[in-house]
């Protein structure tokens, strides 16, 4: 016997869509591949209530998606044959006992075409803020109606679901956050590896078997030659393998200036700039004056050197 009122008479609550939107779009799930656990607890409800169908069922502005689905064919439906557009919005287990001869849904084409819904019922999925984000449901083709304990069964495997929800967004919110904070280490790491960068006053160059340990103090110019660097310090040269560019990461940049594609120099070793050409406080011979290092200075540098130097 039915109830002398049905749940379809009961006033519908009224929503703010743009707000209901932003809520569903927050947890990322709509268009999202099956999962398990959305597919038992969509299985147990019609074994519970004893329907051919259940739906896990996501009202966006235009449609009802399918998030699992039991019984039922395609992944979505137009919103305005939906009923759970009207179900999400109830404050309880929503009843449809026979569709074909209610008048607000004898001409849906979901009732008169297939799957040919006559039965409906759906408890309403609502976020933790209080939005309705569609509903879990069960729906058969023939008229009937739910005992007391398939709606209590109905209204917990809904609160399960929205549980998972939450779970599932909670878990993507901490994976975005990690990412973030991924990027601030990195960027923090980089910071730190350019401050140490410019910041460091040594650096060690292999010599045949064994490592040189050389002050970036000590050096006057560095010089490529071909796949071989030379390293000109104020007691020695040494012969590195390897590039320009790899070295000029290793110095310090606060003291040393690209001058040419050939050379980089120290810049307090400087001591004049005559026309295209640098002289480099040279290294002392005992007996003898200091003679100047002469070093080429290309046409491209020029500005950069001549910017970096403080002139009167």
Wanted: glycine share 4%; hydrophobic share 40%.
């Amino acid at each position: 016997m039915k109830p002398s009122k049905s749940p379809t008479d009961a006033p519908l609550r009224q929503v703010n869509e743009a707000e209901r939107m932003e809520s569903l779009a927050s947890y990322q799930i709509l268009d999202t591949e099956p999962e398990q656990i959305f597919n038992d607890l969509t299985q147990l409800s019609a074994f519970i209530c004893g329907t051919p169908m259940a739906l896990v069922s996501l009202i966006d502005d235009e449609r009802q998606w399918f998030k699992a689905k039991v019984g039922m064919e395609p992944n979505e439906t137009p919103r305005e044959h939906s009923f759970c557009q009207h179900a999400m919005r109830a404050s309880d287990v929503y009843e449809v006992y026979d569709a074909a001869s209610d008048p607000r849904f004898a001409d849906n084409p979901l009732v008169t075409g297939s799957p040919n819904i006559r039965f409906y019922a759906g408890a309403p999925l609502l976020s933790a803020e209080g939005q309705p984000l569609g509903t879990l449901c069960t729906l058969d083709t023939v008229p009937r109606q739910l005992s007391t304990d398939q709606r209590d069964a109905l209204r917990m495997l809904a609160r399960q679901v929205m549980a998972h929800l939450e779970l599932r967004r909670i878990r993507l919110q901490l994976e975005d956050e990690r990412q973030k904070l991924d990027g601030v280490l990195r960027m923090a790491n980089n910071t730190g590896e350019a401050l140490y960068a410019n910041s460091r006053n040594e650096i060690f160059v292999k010599q045949e078997q064994r490592l040189v340990r050389v002050s970036t103090a000590d050096l006057q110019y560095v010089e490529a030659l071909g796949d071989y660097v030379n390293l000109h310090t104020t007691r020695e040269r040494l012969t590195v393998y390897g590039t320009m560019k790899d070295l000029e990461t290793k110095l310090p940049g606060r003291d040393f200036a690209r001058i040419h594609r050939k050379y980089i120099v120290r810049l307090d070793r400087i001591v004049a700039i005559e026309a295209d050409a640098a002289l480099l406080d040279g290294n002392a011979v005992a007996g003898q004056s200091r003679t100047p290092v002469r070093v080429p200075i290309g046409s491209s540098y020029k500005a950069g050197l001549l910017s970096r130097l403080t002139l009167v």
